[in-house]
C-alpha cells in the first residue's frame, strides 16, 4: 500500500526547532548581560582597574630605574612629605606610588593605590587616598615605611598579578587613628 505521507526523515517539527532558536538566543542575551554587568556587580575586578595597574607597575618601574633623577621630597616643600609620586617617611624610607581615585576616573569604580617601597617590597590599598593622594596632604608623616603600611592598610604583593585588585580597606579607622588602635593592641572595627 502506498501513502502520501512523506519519509520521515524530512517530516519537519516546527515547535522543537522554535524552542531551540529561542533556547539559544535567550543563553546568548544572559551571557551578553553578564559580561556587560560584570564590571558593576565587581568593580574589583574591572578591565580598566586591571589594565590602570598594569600602567601604573610600568610607571613606578621606570622611576626606579631611573635613580639618577630620583629625588627624596623636601619635608619643608609646600606638601612636606607626600610630594607627587614619592612619599617620604621621618626616618627617610621612601615609597614610588601611583593611585586612581573613583572620582578621577569615570571607568574605575573601586580606589587602587599601588606603589614599591624602599624595603623593595610592592604594595598596594584600597584605602581613599582621593585625587593627588590628597588625603595624605594632610596627615602628619609617619615615622617609618610600616607605620605607613599599617595606617592606610597598604598589604603586599608580588608586583605582577592581579592579587592587588582585592579589597584591603573597606571603612572605618585609618591614619593616625588606625595606627593608635593597633599600638595599643585594639583591633580596629570595620
Known amino acids: ?8 526523515e524530512t517530516v519537519s517539527r516546527p515547535g522543537v526547532t522554535r524552542r531551540w532558536i529561542t ?13 556587560m554587568v560584570s564590571p558593576w556587580v565587581n568593580p574589583l575586578a574591572s578591565t ?13 618601574e621606570l622611576r626606579l630605574a631611573d635613580s639618577a633623577k630620583f629625588p627624596i621630597a623636601d619635608n619643608n616643600s609646600e606638601h612636606g612629605w607626600a610630594e607627587g609620586d614619592v ?3 621621618a626616618n627617610n624610607e621612601w615609597m614610588i606610588c601611583q593611585n586612581v581615585c573613583t572620582k578621577g576616573s569615570k571607568d574605575i569604580k573601586k580606589d587602587l593605590f599601588i606603589g614599591r617601597g624602599s624595603d623593595g617590597k610592592w604594595y598596594c590599598s584600597t584605602f581613599h587616598f582621593c585625587i593627588g593622594k590628597v588625603v595624605l596632604q594632610m596627615e602628619p ?18 608586583g605582577k598579578s592581579d592579587e592587588c585588585l582585592k579589597e584591603t580597606w573597606h571603612s572605618g579607622p585609618w ?3 588606625k595606627l593608635d588602635a593597633v599600638e ?3 583591633t580596629p572595627v570595620r
Open 23 to 35: 533556547a539559544i538566543g535567550i543563553l546568548a542575551l544572559v551571557i551578553a548581560v553578564v559580561f
Open 48 to 60: 580598566a582597574r586591571r589594565q590602570w595597574k598594569e600602567g601604573a607597575i610600568a610607571a613606578i
Open 184 to 186: 595599643e593592641g585594639v
Open 87 to 89: 612619599l617620604v617617611m
Open 175 to 177: 591614619g593616625r587613628e
Open 141 to 158: 608623616q609617619p615615622a617609618n615605611l610600616a607605620q605607613f603600611v599599617t595606617m592606610y592598610s597598604l598589604v603586599a604583593f608580588d
Open 1 to 8: 500500500m502506498i501513502t502520501s505521507e512523506p519519509p520521515e
